[in-house]
Structures are given as structure tokens and as C-alpha cells.
């Protein structure tokens, strides 16, 4: 085993469930593109992660290293949620 070092600072992982997927299909492109337009490519990763069972409360992201989980993530919501991202520091 090795460690990784070409590892972004943050980690949004986002679910690629069916549910997930059907309530909102764009959201990970969302992410990207708000990403790229703030310059945090190399700040962000974006995972994709299966159903972790949580589908009532879908579409659901989880937000690394922090370890916070939101539920009902609409695209609207994307700016907004990367602006508290980057009032912390990630641990
Ligand atoms: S499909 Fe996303 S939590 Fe189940």
C-alpha cells in the first residue's frame, strides 16, 4: 500500500443512485461548472458514490473532510453550498 498525493483538499461526493439520479440529473455537471468558473478545479474533487440508502432524503451529497451529508441538494443550491464550503478550512 502507498499513499496518494494527487488528492484535492475537498471531496463532494455525490449520489449516482437512481433516485438520486432521476430528482436531479445535472447535478454533478452543475458542480463542475461552478467549480471551473470559481477557478477550484484543483481545490474540489467530485466523486461519485452509489445508493447509501438515504433515497427519502435525495438527492444527497456528502462533503469531505468535513464529513457533512445534505439531503434534498437541488442545483439551485450549488453556489451556495460551495460558498460555506470555502468559509472553512478543511480539516
Ligand atoms: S439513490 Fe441516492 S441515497 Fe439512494
Known sequence: ???LHDTCP???MICEGSKCSRLQKDLRR???S??????LK???ELVEMECTSRCKQGPV???Q???LWLGEVRETNVPQIIDEMFREEPA
Not at 34 to 39: D, P
Open 61 to 63: 451529497i456528502a462533503i
Open 34 to 39: 461552478e467549480l471551473k468558473e470559481r477557478g
Open 10 to 12: 475537498w471531496v463532494i
Open 65 to 67: 473532510p468535513a464529513n
Open 1 to 3: 500500500m502507498r499513499e
Open 42 to 44: 484543483r481545490e474540489v
Open 30 to 32: 452543475t458542480f463542475k
